[in-house]
């Protein structure tokens, strides 16, 4: 489980927008944020956080 839509409807920003701050491609924040893709790097997920300002525990809760 993540909260990676909720954290982007929230700040109102595209996954587009989060690639660019996170230097994560897009269609693999798409893959992870629907589930899709399970198991990933912590420092992928410490990447995707950082580009969110929150922190892995809370963007990942169950990392």
């Known amino acids: 489980m993540n ?3 909720e954290i982007l409807k929230e700040q109102g920003i595209t996954q587009e927008e989060l690639s660019l701050r996170s230097d994560v491609p897009q269609p693999e924040i798409s893959r992870i944020a629907n589930g899709k893709k399970k198991k990933f790097e912590y420092i ?3 990447k995707i956080a950082r580009g969110l ?4 525990e809370y963007v990942f809760p169950d990392y």
Do not use: D, E, F, Q
């Open 44 to 46: 992928t997920a410490a």
């Open 53 to 56: 300002n929150k922190p892995v």
């Open 3 to 5: 909260r990676i839509k």
